[in-house]
């Protein structure tokens, strides 16, 4: 049977609670600062993209792709910035266990709209490029690879209900002439 966080924190880390919740976030906004960047240069793109001259020539399936790759870009970016809105609308209203559990919902769901996203772009531009069939194989290629390393790695672990070395080994000893332990002579 697994351990709650909360007990494996407080034994292990020595932090209360609050500073559990406080370090939750903190880390959790450091991840969010990587995907809004990407999110919002991919949703600046898709913006800018409708108004070149070629996009004109898109057929009836890219443009819709294309919309639905922008809905997916806006669904993302809206996901992955909440959390900043929801601490700020939540500050010193004594809700951070809410906040960050919220915080993370809404991060998973933007990491998965922003999964959708890119492989739409993929699939838009690659069909543009090249035609269909290669079009719909960049799709599936980047939807494994975005999922394999996203979601299914992580969901792999959870699966494998193997404690985790949160801590680091102690070193060995240093022998008596102050080498360290292990290292033969």
């Known amino acids: 049977m697994r351990e709650p966080d909360a007990d494996w924190n407080r034994r292990e880390r020595q932090e209360s609670e609050l500073q559990r919740l406080d370090r939750n976030f903190n880390e959790l ?83 998965v709209a922003l999964w959708l996203a890119l492989v739409g772009v993929l699939w838009f531009i690659t069909d543009v490029l090249y035609g269909h069939v290669p079009g719909a194989a960049a799709a599936v290629v980047s939807a494994l690879w975005f999922g394999a390393l996203w979601f299914a790695m992580p969901l792999v672990w959870i699966g494998q209900r193997r404690p985790s070395r949160e801590l680091p080994e102690e070193p060995e000893p240093a022998d008596r002439r102050g080498r360290p332990g292990g290292m033969g002579d």
């Open 29 to 111: 906004l450091q991840e969010l600062r990587v995907a809004q960047t990407g999110v919002q240069i991919l949703f600046a793109f898709l913006l800018t993209l409708a108004f070149t001259q070629r996009f004109g020539e898109v057929t009836g399936f890219q443009g819709g792709l294309y919309y639905g790759t922008l809905v997916a870009a806006a669904l993302a970016t809206s996901l992955l910035i909440a959390p900043v809105s929801l601490h700020r609308l939540l500050f010193r209203r004594h809700q951070k266990g809410r906040v960050v559990i919220a915080a993370n919902r809404l991060a998973v769901g933007g990491l």
